[in-house]
């Protein structure tokens, strides 16, 4: 039978149950191999529940440094007799499956195309635990030192991360390092290690990759830790899969970072409030007093600050929300990941509104616009949402080190202080557009005893903040909300574009964790001879450098993670270079991300050969036909 | 239409400790119904904050939507204002509070906008004792949406169509109570010289102080039959008279020994409770506080004045141990962790 051979190039993938300690061996497995200078991504596919049910971890590694779902699975570690069956369909032909041999397998789950690896795993530890809580944690803790002789991991750097995780709890450093040893000494004398996947340092790895000092970090994390250096001061948030993690980060590092050294005093405040209306309506309050505020939340929260949202937009307060997508509709599935709040968060509230979004596609890039949407919300004096997802915010991701720049200094945007208002001349008009770029001036209660005082409404007003319902009066404020608009697409973050090798009318846009599958899909095609042009957009509204893409391409793929085509659907209502004709979609929303053969599948079928050139398409042409 | 005031200012009129006239705490024209409670309350406020003194700027003012919600238009025009959204002023405080501790916060909120849409924010704001001012201006009707039954209106109590409101009556001050607020208070809107001194005493506390201030609708609830009319209020009315002494004066025995229990408030001022008035129970007890309620009730009785304080709890600020120095103030030094923090985070991500 043919066995898959490949370094450092393939996918495993765990099939767990949940609450059995299962995701610490894992991902001891997947920071073993990003240690040893292996590009890896390893993601958490979890169901809605604590304990019980089964749940998955797959690992892709990729010498070329692709960090999006391949698609496929090439070697399956099934601890889980619930989803066997399934976990045994899912191998790729050549691929190995590895299961508890203690009982014998049974006999419809053997294929002919797959290698079977048994591991008497409870056999072992009942032998060598008397300890049921032990029998079950140091299980997950045997295959991993399994795979360590099977994959060929160096076990020198699993003991080293065991002791970088129990510091402070010597004593379960042997214990962990013994279970290790267990496997990988089993392994070693029943099968010919290693097995034709295997990972080897440095070797085939894609120089791009070795030139960075990357970090292995979630997007939630990076987002949280964004929070504390962009200034944050309040934060409240309610309880909500994926985004929880944000909190938590943020009020981690707060803890370490933000109490006064004089007094002991946190310089921060972050409250678990009563549900997301209030979570909103506290980062409100907080911002219309002067405060950098923020909350993290899903879909479902995303819905219920629609109103508030709408507040803020219209009386012009400085809001930062970050929403960790989730599979929508409704609660649809809480543990899964989507790009399909966009259109929610675009225009998010009732009546004219629009907001500014922003698309991070790593962990560093969860930092850095988390920073900077900061200012984006207080140069603007409106919400900023920051869309990511749970694939970027729950999961490890291989990203760039995070970077800060030690001369940043806030952009506060027009505020009057004491010292303005003395000098200002005539009386002080809140929504005066006074240097024509829709953004008035805002004053921070408590300013000044005589001057600047206002009060904030979501009820329409002059310039002078005073209640009307004169019906200029309203055109006049909600057109130079327009203007503000305008003036937003010259600060928000431009895209990244990438030519593809020779000049092409067919580009493809995409965004946030569809990035990494649609360059990993791109560059495939390009072996095969097609050549796309590629814009990551990084920010809503679109900028002149999107207008110029959809202006210069014929066909646009758009790529993403819902069923609508939401992004397409925003750019058409936004764009005047966008046409129903020329934004071709690119979609999956099965609640998994996106993978690069998804993509590169669909674009080929699409294209039919005709984007590619003739000699190119011969050569691989035949290499396809293959895979 | 919101009017304003003419700027003119008598040169004589008198000005408080802190140089500020009565006019400097005065906002807009009401555009409210003329003979509206809800306008006494609004002149009270503006006495209370006069007299006590409070500067005008170092008071911000918040509501959410309604009748009530628009009243601080009408009061308070050096002060900053927030007219939020129906029901949610209290998390706006809330937020704005712990963006800057050194302010006076004054929440102004209806009876549809507390005890309905906004009754879960009003209920979490109470547990955080949020150190604020909280006025309910309570008629027992939305009046602009013209005059629908609130979830105060009391059961039996007949609405202007005739028809009597079948449902229990939800008492925020009792739910304050039982939610540990650390100081409750009713009044009435007509009695202002127990409002006034009450109002003073709210301020001057350190933590969440919630005025339930019995406010009639002149226009759809002061109709025979109904429990919240001028006339009812006024017939039911059990009052114990306040005094509110501030820090700077000396106290005057104007009433008779023993018959006045003395409060002192962590600033120093005091206020004076007068027992001649049936209010004989011990005002920092907060299951006696609930009983005298709920006796009066029985009675058919409504007890206004201030029912119970707690002076000692801490506010969300202490909860939470935050800087004393407000957190708006805090600049990039104190808030960025710099590049190298950061870098070994990074090698800790390695």
Known sequence: MRAKQAINDFVVKFANVNGTGSASANSLFAKSIFRMGIPVSPRNIFPSNIQGLPTWYEVRVSH?????????????VC???????????????????VYDSTKPIEPRLIRDDVNYIGLPLTEICLREYTDARQRLLFKNMIYVGALSALLQIEFQVLKDLISDQFKGKEKLI???????????????????CPLGLRLARGGNIAPHILGIDHILMDGNTATGLGAVYGGATVMAWYP??????????FERYCARMRIDPGTGQKNYAIVQAEDELSAIGMVIGAAWNGARSFTATSGPGLSLMGEFLGLAYFAEIPTVLVDVQRAGPSTGMPTRTQQSDILAAAYASHGDTKHVLLFPATPAECFSLT????????????????????????????SPPLEFDDDYRFDRGKVLDAEALDKLQGRFGRYLDVDGDGIPYRTLPGAHPTKGAFTARGTSRDEYAVYTEDGEAYVRNVDRLLRKFETAKTCVPAPKIKPASRPTKTGALFFGTTASPSYEALEILEEEGYAIDTLRLRAFPFTREVEQFLNDHDTVFVIEQNRDGQMRRLLLNESNAATREKLVSVLNYDGLPITARHIAGHIRTRLGGANVTSIARKRSGSARSKA | MTYQRPNFRHP????????FTRRD????????????GHDSISAAIIEACFGLPVAPHRIAKLSGIGCSSKTPAYFLGRSHGFNSVHGRMPSVATGANLANQDLVYIGVSGDGDSASIGFGQFAHVVRRNLNMTYIVENNGCYGLTKGQDSATADRGSKSKKGSANPYEAIDLASVALQLGATFVARSFSGDREQLVPLIKAALSHSGFAFLDVMSPCVTFNNHEGSTKSYIHVRDHLDAAPVDFVPVRDEIRASYAEGMTTEVRMHDGSVVRLHKDSGQVYNIEDRQAALRAIAEHDEAGRTLTGL????????????????????????????????????????AGLR
């Open chain 1, 64 to 76: 070329k440094g692709y960090l999006g779902r391949r698609g496929g699975v090439d070697l399956m």
């Open chain 1, 79 to 97: 601890v889980n007799p619930q989803s066997m069956d399934r976990d045994v369909r899912e191998v790729e032909p050549g691929g190995y499956f």
């Open chain 1, 174 to 192: 042997s214990p962990n390092i013994h279970a290790l040893e267990l496997g990988h000494q089993y392994a070693m004398k029943h099968f010919d």
């Open chain 1, 240 to 249: 909500i899969t994926p985004s929880t993690s944000v909190a938590e980060a």
């Open chain 1, 371 to 398: 920073v900077q949407a900061f200012d984006l919300a207080e140069r603007l004096q409106t919400p900023v949402i920051m869309l990511t997802d749970l694939e970027l915010g729950m999961n490890d991701c291989m």
């Open chain 2, 12 to 19: 004589e009129a008198p000005v408080n400790t802190l140089g």
């Open chain 2, 25 to 36: 705490y005065e906002g807009s024209i009401s555009t409210l119904c003329a003979g509206c």
């Open chain 2, 307 to 346: 029912l119970y304080i707690d002076r000692d709890a801490p506010d969300l600020h202490k909860v939470l141990g935050t800087s004393r120095r407000p957190l708006n103030s805090l600049k990039e030094k104190d808030l960025c962790p710099g590049s190298k923090v950061l870098d070994s985070i990074n």
